[in-house]
């Protein structure tokens, strides 16, 4: 899944400063968490599952219901289409409140695990393991009252085919599923018989792969799998008042500035055991100035009071949280990593060498603000709280951390003959923060005997730019950051390495290697549990033989909150709060 709070900072690829084994609830009054800094790699996470859960979700001692929560932050969503949704915000947003799915994540206490949704159990899986069926529980309803059925998912996952007309989304059921090769959606392929899933009777999901998959259960959390009807599918137009069947539906969308959402009549507590419905509306403000909302936040003042805000916290305010106001800060375990991305098509393996030497990580940190509360250095392509993952020493100068050596890497540029290479990227020019990290790192590249031409673009149209795959610029494309979709590499390396995925938005340094491929396809015909070896060896291959990016941050939530939003507690998993049991009074 794409890291929010990378693009929030979108100086082109500067760093960001952006499971499991649940425990039943304590039912204790909880007004703030765990405040200070926590690691994203302070311990393996866990992939816990509990099929057996049930709704509805346990109150929260002394929650109150009522209000409005403000959620105001820097970045800028671009659809809200289920079928595209693939940043951390909008799988919050939608995923939490607005959609439901065949499982979910609970947390409860600071862990987070999987648990049934809209399916009664977390999946059954045939004996040669090509087969996975889920019966959905009874009486579901949408907002507008009609009943959920099976073809409804079916439908939804025929639509995640669609990747030319709702591109950017996971495409891990083109690697799985039956004609995952071959179909092109509902659309393109209309008439088209698909193998991939089908509903025998409205209760009744089944999907059919062509190889075993057997963390299924996970994707099937997705917001790709959550049900919509064939019927009331307006296409380009979903995203812009999804059918609900959580707990909240839209209310007023205004792209690009906000999103009000209100109450689901027709939400049925009893069927979720992981939602709640505790206050009246949620009020989403995008692209704010991160820094001024953190301060109002801190003082709590009018309607600052009931907002949150999930940006890096600022330096510049270190002393506050860590003091006074340290019950306004929940912080803990994040499954993101983000790297600075270079085009393999078109900037040479050397010239990439070149780029990891010169990288100034410490004048882009201070640049942004950056402190111990919103990263750790990065080494690897992937969390080294995955479970199996081993670390490994840092190859290619990517040490994550530094002020870069460019007398090291006008050297090296000399002698591949690429002095004055242009790096080209874009970034947000309206985006303090972002302004601020680009010059940075626009210095030190020079400094180091590259060209630079920065292209300035509005916060607004930014995640669309960085989705390009048409090469107008040579770095920073794709996803800037990456969090793990579930514990284990097999939501990582396929989805962001591989030949499958080069042409799509989502791929790493738009990366096709064959051999690479295969080594991806043996470490997933491994047993789940014995994988973690294979991955490891896989990131140190791709950092030393290929360097399609510079990883730069390990993540770390922190979340800044006023004096009277409660229960605010961090998924480990999503590195987002669970939206829908904070309450505001």
């Known amino acids: 899944m794409r890291w929010t709070k990378v693009v929030a900072l979108a100086a082109a690829g500067t760093l960001s400063l952006a499971a499991c084994g649940g425990s039943p609830s304590s039912n204790k009054p909880n007004n703030a968490g765990k405040s200070g800094s926590s690691s994203s790699s302070e311990g393996p ?36 289409d289920p079928t595209e949704s693939y940043y951390q915000d909008t799988g919050a947003i939608l995923g939490q409140l607005v959609l439901r799915s065949l499982t979910t994540y609970k947390v409860e206490n600071g862990k987070s695990v999987l648990v049934p949704d809209l399916a009664t159990d977390l999946g059954k899986v045939s004996s040669d ?11 579901l309803k949408y907002s507008d009252g009609s009943p959920i059925k099976a073809a409804d998912f079916v439908y939804a996952v025929k639509r995640s085919f669609a990747q030319d007309e709702l591109a950017g989304g996971p495409t891990y059921v083109n690697t799985y599923l039956k004609d995952g090769d071959t179909y092109k959606g509902p659309f393109k392929d209309k008439s088209k018989p698909f193998a991939g899933a089908s509903a025998p ?19 099937a959390a997705f917001s790709q799998v959550s049900p919509i009807p064939e019927g009331k599918d307006t296409k380009e137009k979903y995203g812009t008042n999804p059918l609900a069947q959580g707990p909240y539906m839209f209310d007023k969308y205004t ?10 009549p027709n939400w049925d507590p009893k069927s979720d055991p992981a939602r709640r419905q505790y206050v ?17 936040i ?29 019950s306004q800060l929940v912080t803990g375990p994040d499954p993101c990593v983000s790297y600075s991305n270079l085009d393999t098509r078109k900037v040479p393996l050397e010239v990439r060498k070149a780029y990891a030497v010169a990288y100034p990580f410490d004048q882009i940190r201070k640049a942004a603000g950056e402190n111990s509360l919103t990263y750790a250095p990065a080494t690897s392509y992937m969390g080294p709280q995955v479970p199996g993952f081993t670390k490994y020493a840092p190859v290619n100068g990517l040490t994550g951390q530094g002020q870069g050596d460019p007398a090291k890497a006008k050297q090296m540029l000399q002698a591949a003959g690429k002095l004055g290479f242009e790096i080209s990227y874009y970034y947000a020019n309206n985006n303090p923060i972002a302004v601020q990290s680009n010059a940075a790192k626009k210095a030190g590249l020079q400094a180091a005997g590259f060209k630079v031409k920065d292209v300035g673009v509005p916060k607004t149209d930014l995640r669309k730019r960085i989705a390009e795959t048409d090469g ?7 996803p800037r950051g990456w969090c793990y979709d579930w514990p284990q590499g097999d939501s990582v390396y396929p989805a962001l390495f591989t030949t499958a995925v080069q042409k799509s938005g989502q791929s790493v340094g738009f990366l096709a290697d064959k051999g690479l491929d295969a080594e991806i396809n043996a470490a ?39 004096k009277q939003v409660h229960n605010v507690q961090n998924d480990p998993n999503r590195g987002m709060p669970d939206l829908a049991q904070i309450w505001v009074g």
């Open 45 to 80: 996470a866990s992939a816990g599952l509990d099929p057996s859960a049930k709704g509805p979700a346990p109150d929260i001692q002394g929650a109150k219901k009522g209000g409005t929560l403000t959620v105001a932050y820097s970045s800028v969503p671009e659809t809200f």
């Open 129 to 139: 393991g090509l087969t996975w069926t889920f019966t959905l529980k009874d009486g």
């Open 201 to 219: 009777d409205d209760k009744t999901v089944v999907f059919h792969l062509k190889q075993k998959w057997p963390t299924l259960p996970y994707y």
């Open 255 to 264: 792209k690009g500035q906000e999103l009000k959402l209100k109450k689901n």
């Open 280 to 296: 009246d509306a949620y009020d989403f403000k995008f692209g704010v100035d991160a820094i001024p909302t953190q301060r109002a």
């Open 298 to 326: 801190l003082a709590s003042n009018g309607t600052s009071a009931t907002t949150l805000n999930w940006d890096s916290v600022d330096s510049s305010l270190l002393s506050q949280v860590q003091g006074q106001n340290s």
């Open 472 to 478: 107008k610029v040579n770095s920073g494309q794709g």
């Open 524 to 562: 997933l015909a491994l047993p789940a549990e014995q994988q973690g070896a294979k991955w490891s060896a896989i990131d140190k291959e791709i950092a030393e033989k290929f360097l399609p990016a510079v990883p730069t941050d390990y993540g770390k939530a922190n979340f800044l909150f006023g």
